[in-house]
């Protein structure tokens, strides 16, 4: 058993060590915002989060989009596979209600989306945590898209006279079609805040790419940031224990990635993108954060309900973790708890200023340069993707590519709709990001402090 350290002195946005560092956190918060003063207007200095999650903790299903593509997804060639689905959005919503209870941030919704599984049991997954473990009744549970904002490697539609149906802007089809209970209740409660509101995505795009673009910027103008779980630094392989992986949340709605990044781009709204850079690097053997009993105790001051919830997500976890092991040789690290972490302490992490793009990858079936004989959908001849074949689990569509470069003034879009791909063009650049690629400063001492965070909180 790895043992932790003894506690030290904290800033706002130090790790906690093994003390109640909730209550040394948020008292920090308010000494260094509000002059020393520990009143009740102190609490106004917590982080808002709006929370997109495609939440599959403990599941066996589908991946969400898997059994609405016309084209097979990488892990199906007939009927969609079940496998036990990802744990890491679970946690992350355990860790946010431990946060927002302690008065650390202020959760004010919870919209389940597509992804890691099918909408429908997701929402019951939320309920689950949110509800019967940790007893919160008040923060909305909300269901979101139930598929991705376009079908993937199917041809747009057109009208009858030829012309092609649009799919961007406010007469567009997306922003016709996009509006669900979530995004309703996401702009509901940032038109009602009067601090502004992070949103956190931590599963496809879809729903936050509908409320940019449905939304009045009244609205918008609320959002402090957004911080998407996704993208790939260019040219870099994405691999765990040596074997190729996708970006998963892009890859799930292209589209909704692009809407995404073109509408925070015309609107002005910060996004900050998580790269799997960084985010890989504790599912790697070598740096490794399983969620196990030997680390993840609980608080400090167990009670019944804590133990209770604690043992609930180990004992969900294990089918996945059991799958995960199978393929790449041991558990699923974190993934999504780094965007929480980033939301309340971004000074664990190296975030520079990038550009953002997206590369259509295959030959879909419809293209001249498609041959049926040699190809399939997802490793035609030349295609520009990195880590592309028709034998792993980077089958993609599209990618969503950062470069440090911000000088790069290249399409928003790469390649020739219609015939790389089924994105629309968009008449924008590679847009402005905050890419977030690497441990800040000593390396060791910040996923060090990484650790503990998701160790204190994570229950």
Request: aromatic share 6%; net charge negative; glycine share 8%.
């Amino acid at each position: 058993m790895r043992r932790r350290r003894a506690p030290r002195s904290l800033s706002p946005c130090d790790a906690p060590g093994p003390q109640p560092l909730w209550r040394l956190a948020a008292a920090a918060l308010s000494v260094i915002l509000l002059g020393g003063s520990t009143s009740a207007g102190a609490r106004d200095a917590r982080p808002r989060i709006l929370l997109s999650t495609d939440i599959a903790i403990g599941l066996i299903d589908t991946h969400g989009g898997e059994n609405l593509a016309p084209i097979p997804y990488p892990s199906s060639v007939g009927d969609p596979e079940r496998i036990a689905q990802d744990i890491d959005d679970g946690l992350t919503l355990a860790m946010a209600l431990n946060l927002h209870q302690e008065r650390v941030i202020k959760l004010l919704a919870i919209v389940p989306v597509f992804g890691n599984a099918t909408l429908q049991p997701e929402m019951l997954v939320a309920r689950q945590i949110t509800r019967v473990l940790k007893g919160e009744r008040r923060i909305p549970i909300v269901p979101g898209a139930a598929g991705p904002a376009g079908q993937v490697l199917h041809q747009n539609p057109a009208w009858f006279d030829g012309t092609e149906v649009p799919i961007l802007g406010a007469e567009g089809s997306f922003a016709a079609a996009c509006e669900n209970p979530g995004v309703a209740q996401m702009r509901k409660r940032l038109r009602r805040s009067n601090k502004k509101v992070t949103v956190l995505a931590v599963g496809p795009a879809t729903d936050v790419a509908c409320l940019l673009a449905t939304s009045r910027p009244s609205v918008t103008r609320k959002i402090a940031e957004i911080i998407w779980l996704a993208s790939q630094n260019e040219g870099e392989s994405l691999q765990v224990n040596g074997k190729t992986v996708n970006d998963f949340n892009f890859r799930m709605d292209p589209l909704g990635g692009a809407i995404l990044l073109a509408e925070a781009s015309e609107r002005g709204v910060p996004v900050r993108l998580m790269s799997f850079a960084l985010t890989g690097i504790t599912s790697q053997s070598e740096t490794l954060i399983a969620f196990d009993a030997a680390d993840f105790t609980g608080p400090p001051d167990p009670t019944p309900k804590s133990e209770e919830s604690l043992a609930w997500l180990l004992d969900a976890s294990e089918p996945r973790n059991v799958f995960w092991s199978g393929i790449f040789g041991s558990v699923e690290g974190p993934f999504d708890q780094y965007a929480l972490v980033a939301a309340v302490w971004p000074e664990l992490f190296d975030c520079r200023p990038a550009k953002a793009f997206i590369l259509q990858c295959p030959y879909p079936v419809w293209s001249d340069s498609f041959d049926p004989t040699t190809q399939v959908p997802y490793n035609a001849e030349n295609n520009p993707c990195v880590d592309h074949s028709g034998g792993n689990l980077a089958r993609v569509p599209a990618q969503l590519v950062v470069t440090l470069d911000t000088q790069e003034d290249g399409p928003l879009v790469r390649g020739t709709p219609g015939v790389d791909g089924d994105l629309p063009s968009i008449p924008l650049s590679a847009v402005d990001v905050n890419a977030c690629i690497d441990f800040q400063g000593d390396t060791g001492e910040s996923l060090e402090r990484f650790r503990e965070i998701l160790e204190a909180y994570t229950w």
